[in-house]
């Protein structure tokens, strides 16, 4: 599903910020990837969501070289791409119900047929009464959970999550994994960046560790003790 | 904003009828006025190259399938060498006809030359003989003048064709100039509604980005550009176009442009050239919108 062949990146001109990274994320599975500030977390994500190309190394997406799809093939693959950006990225002028949308907007699903899927995602991300709200009235923990229903309401193959929890309240932290849990559970392939040790801990799962520009596979334990 | 009731209409639509890019209303009426002065000239110039197209056939057709033979005689010779020249004419090929005209005939021509009915006794009236041309398979004038000079019946051939091509000539030329400004009308809207949906396109970087990653194809946000453009330069080539009309009805100074282009009297016509403009101005501001689009979007990558 994803797989990162001795993968190098930089931004034009900036200094190298992944290096001979190589990873595999089996379709179905359900994997975390954490570093410090700066370590590259977002970069490796937006590679995925291919808005960034590897300068070196090869990423297959889906059994595809990204580097060989087209504009329209990269819109394609976008829509099996859920993605909870670290920054939201929510349009201003748009209510939080047409935000959680968008996905299904630009597929060219009517608005007929969706209504129900996104009055219930907004539900269940607590956000039931402030469907017609806009996100400048939105708090920084309001934006982000509009910003993972909009992730998830198209039910794509793949979800990825910068800092899905970063703006949220435990409780509410909790919510949101189990959420993408249960996205899991019904087959999809949940990527989640954070830096949160303790909310990743919890999860018996498998963790990439971005340090130096690259990843050094292990649970935190095994990295701790080394 | 929303109260926090619960009571939120459960069959309330999510898709508002607010538009996915935020256009901005101020330069919407920009480009408006920008298509509505456009399409006002675009008017003009569309019946100026019509009305000449349609003045330089009326004059060629007019005078084509004409010639008129002088003969330069004294009195008592003007007979013999009509006949001759009739004779010549007669038997040339791609001439139909030769028929001398009348003293009545040739005073009735120059009349508007000489005022009132002149008297030909007093001028040395050359004997003049109108020539039926075969509209397919004129002569050359310099082959009939040279069979003329042969027989040297002192006799001039004229087809008027210097004088034809002449006003051709100039018909087709202003003809030509109001194609090219009607072309050029028509480019001023085209590259009007590129710069302005590029400009639009920098505002709205961040909602395309989105749309982008949200899965839209290039072809969705240009669909949203093309679509608002394709409205504004309708309305705008209505509003133009609907004033220019309103000028060649109204304005006594533009009754010769409307008698050369009788089908502007047609019952028909107006509401169907209107529409067509109205169209045309929305096509071509759709079509510049979608170019600009797409070109900005590779562009960027
Ligand atoms: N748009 C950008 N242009 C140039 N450098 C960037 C850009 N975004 C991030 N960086 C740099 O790339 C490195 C990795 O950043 P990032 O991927 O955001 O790390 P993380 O998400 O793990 O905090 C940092 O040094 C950061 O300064
Ligand atoms: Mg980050």
């Given amino acids: 599903m994803i797989q990162f062949e001795n993968v190098g990146f930089?931004?034009?001109?900036?200094?190298?910020?992944?290096?001979?990274?190589?990873?595999?994320?089996?379709?179905?599975?359900?994997?975390?990837?954490?570093?410090?500030?700066?370590?590259?977390?977002?970069?490796?994500?937006?590679?995925?969501?291919?808005?960034a190309e590897p300068s070196s190394g090869r990423i297959s997406l889906f059994g595809r070289d990204v580097t060989t799809l087209t504009r329209d093939e990269i819109a394609w693959f976008r829509r099996r791409i859920g993605v909870v950006f670290q920054d939201f990225r929510l349009l201003d002028h748009l209510s939080a119900a047409e935000n959680v949308a968008l996905p299904l907007t630009v597929a060219g699903v009517r608005e007929s047929a969706y209504r129900d899927n996104v009055t219930e995602m907004l539900h269940w991300v607590g956000?039931?009464?402030?469907?017609?709200?806009?996100?400048?009235?939105?708090?920084?923990?309001?934006?982000?959970?509009?910003?993972?229903?909009?992730?998830?309401?198209?039910?794509?193959?793949?979800?990825?999550?910068?800092?899905?929890?970063?703006?949220?309240?435990?409780?509410?932290?909790?919510r949101i994994m189990a959420l993408f849990v249960e996205m899991n559970r019904l087959g999809k392939t949940v990527l989640v960046a954070s830096h949160d040790l303790a909310m990743i801990e919890q999860h018996k799962l498998p963790i990439n560790t971005l340090q130096g520009g690259t990843v050094v596979v292990g649970t935190p334990k095994k990295r701790r003790s080394a | 904003m929303t109260t926090d009731t619960g009571t939120a209409p459960a069959t309330s639509t999510i898709r508002s009828k607010g538009a996915l890019i935020p256009f901005q209303a101020s330069s919407g009426g920009v480009m408006l006025l920008i298509v509505a002065a456009m399409a006002f000239l675009a008017c003009f110039a569309l019946a100026g190259a019509l009305a000449t197209t349609r003045i330089a056939a009326t004059w060629t057709d007019g005078l084509a399938g004409q010639a008129t033979v002088r003969v330069d005689a004294t009195e008592d010779d003007r007979a013999r060498r009509i006949s001759l020249v009739l004779d010549i004419l007669r038997d040339t090929e791609g001439i139909v006809d030769a028929r001398a005209l009348s003293e009545r005939d040739v005073a009735d021509l120059l009349t508007p030359w000489f005022g009132g009915t002149p008297d030909l006794g007093e001028l040395?009236?050359?004997?003049?003989?109108?020539?039926?041309?075969?509209?397919?398979?004129?002569?050359?004038?310099?082959?009939?003048?040279?069979?003329?000079?042969?027989?040297?019946?002192?006799a001039i051939y004229d087809d008027h064709g210097r004088w034809r091509n002449r006003a051709a000539r100039a018909a087709r030329a202003i003809g030509s100039l109001s194609w090219w400004a009607l072309g050029l009308t028509i480019a001023a809207i085209a590259g009007a509604v590129f710069l302005v949906v590029s400009i639009a396109m920098s505002a709205h970087r961040g909602t395309i980005e989105a749309l982008r990653l949200s899965g839209a194809e290039d072809r969705f946000v240009a669909n949203l550009y093309q679509k608002r453009f394709f409205w504004l330069g309708g309305l705008g080539g209505l509003i133009g176009s609907g004033l220019a009309f309103a000028a060649f009805a109204g304005l006594d100074a533009l009754a010769s442009v409307r008698a050369a282009l009788p089908m502007l009297d047609a019952p028909y016509y107006w509401p169907l050239a209107w529409a067509g403009i109205v169209i045309a101005c929305g096509g071509i501001a759709l079509l510049a919108a979608r170019l600009a689009v797409m070109t900005t979007l590779r562009h960027r990558g």
């Fill in chain 1, 127 to 174: 956000l039931g009464d402030k469907m017609d709200v806009r996100p400048p009235e939105l708090s920084g923990g309001e934006k982000q959970r509009v910003a993972i229903a909009r992730a998830v309401v198209a039910s794509p193959d793949i979800i990825l999550a910068d800092e899905p929890t970063g703006s949220v309240d435990p409780a509410m932290a909790e």
């Fill in chain 1, 10 to 51: 930089r931004y034009k001109r900036g200094p190298e910020v992944l290096q001979n990274v190589d990873l595999e994320i089996p379709a179905g599975s359900f994997q975390f990837i954490t570093g410090a500030s700066g370590a590259g977390k977002s970069s490796l994500l937006r590679m995925l969501y291919l808005d």
């Fill in chain 2, 124 to 154: 040395p009236a050359p004997g003049i003989v109108a020539v039926t041309l075969d509209p397919l398979d004129e002569p050359d004038p310099s082959v009939v003048q040279a069979r003329l000079d042969g027989a040297s019946a002192g």
